[in-house]
């Protein structure tokens, strides 16, 4: 069965390489445990554009999106674009979760273990 590419807004593609640039300091603690194929031998990829959206991580294999959610998610608004994102990617059989980027950085193994245990299901 060949592999359905996940297409994107090319206009996404210099502001994904920005935010790459400059990732924030949970979003660099996270991804130190989730590159090169650390968990499962599965591939993360950071701030990769997927439709109209740039997500935090994305693990195609298991279609799972992580987002590293900073305190300006907590109002109404982007949580209304949140809640529109997700719904998005779940249609097209994504799985999201997100974290808050304080919990990233003071417990990054619960994260992780949490992130691990997530992609176990998704393998099944």
């Not at 194929?37 to 294999?61: C, E, H, S, T």
């Not at 674009?81 to 808050?100: Q, W």
């Amino acid at each position: 069965m060949p592999k359905r590419v996940l297409s994107y807004d090319g206009k996404l593609k210099s502001p994904s390489r920005g935010l790459r640039k400059n990732m924030t300091k949970s979003e660099q603690a996270l991804w130190s445990r989730l590159r090169g194929k650390q968990l499962l031998g599965v591939q993360f990829y950071r701030q990769k554009p997927l439709g109209n959206y740039i997500v935090d991580f994305f693990a195609p294999k298991v279609k799972l999106v992580v987002e590293v959610d900073g305190s300006q998610h907590l109002e109404e608004t982007n949580s209304v674009k949140d809640n529109e994102r997700d719904d998005y990617l779940d249609s097209l059989g994504i799985c999201v979760v997100r974290f808050d980027s304080r919990k990233v950085l003071k417990d990054t193994d619960s994260v992780v273990d949490f992130i691990f245990s997530t992609m176990q299901e998704r393998l099944k």
